[in-house]
């Protein structure tokens, strides 16, 4: 039973750029939420995909956006990228949107130059 | 934001010994849960305990809820070297995981 895949598992972009990020959730589970965790903090939620729209959404900019297609795996987008969003960034897939333990994959470090 | 804070920040204990993490956080919640990061990558899911729980028990793990003084803790029993690692605490109301700053154990053989 494949747990969730992140890819790629490392990323280098210059600022200004864009980057997408992708993640396939655990089997049989259909909800996808996005955390960005910075060195030596707890991860921060970006969002949350269930039945492909976005259904919460923590306190980042309209330049963070995403998708969630028919399959249930997901996409992070994020334009102009700044310095600031260095960090690693995880997906996690629940069933049903909530009230269960959550499964991390492993994540995408992105170093922004 | 951070939804707390976790308690000590980081912990070094010898194998064999017990590790206690506290964490506290600020909202109501529908449950708590604890992680496991090793050297930056994904998060282990450890244990989730509800609302309504006051204690669970896994393995080594004991948790504990204390709702009217929102908060939590997490004891290691019998550490191991493989112990060593950051531990996280998580509040979920919505779904959503609200994460504390975590709490680094090293576990010396």
């Known amino acids: 039973d494949a747990g969730v895949t ?3 598992t490392h990323l280098i972009k210059t600022r200004g750029q864009q980057v997408t990020l992708r993640c396939s959730p655990k089997s049989g589970h259909d909800t996808v939420s996005w955390y960005q965790q910075a060195l030596g903090q707890g991860p921060q939620f970006i969002f949350q995909y269930y039945e492909e729209e976005e259904r919460q959404r923590g306190n980042f ?28 960034y995880l997906c996690a897939s629940i069933f049903g949107g909530a009230g269960t333990e959550a499964f991390f994959g492993q994540g995408t470090r992105l170093t922004v130059v | 934001s951070q939804q707390g804070e976790e308690d000590p920040q980081a912990l070094s204990i010898q194998e ?16 708590l849960q604890w ?10 899911h450890l244990i989730l305990i509800r609302s309504n729980e006051r204690e669970k028990h896994s393995g080594r793990l004991r948790v504990t809820l204390d709702t009217s003084k929102k908060s939590s803790s ?22 959503k995981l609200i994460f504390g700053q975590g709490t680094t154990l090293q576990v010396k053989p």
């Open chain 1, 6 to 8: 992140q890819s790629p």
């Open chain 2, 35 to 44: 992680y496991r990061q090793n050297s930056g990558r994904g998060l282990v």
């Open chain 2, 16 to 31: 064999g010994e017990n590790a206690t993490m506290n964490c506290s956080y600020k909202t109501s919640i529908n449950n």
């Open chain 1, 61 to 88: 900019p309209d330049r963070f956006s995403g998708h969630q297609f028919p399959n249930y795996s997901s996409e992070l987008n994020v334009n102009a990228l700044l310095l600031g969003d260095s960090a690693l």
């Open chain 2, 74 to 95: 997490l004891l290691i029993t019998a550490s191991r070297a493989a112990d060593t690692a950051s531990y996280f605490c998580a509040t979920s109301n919505t779904g």
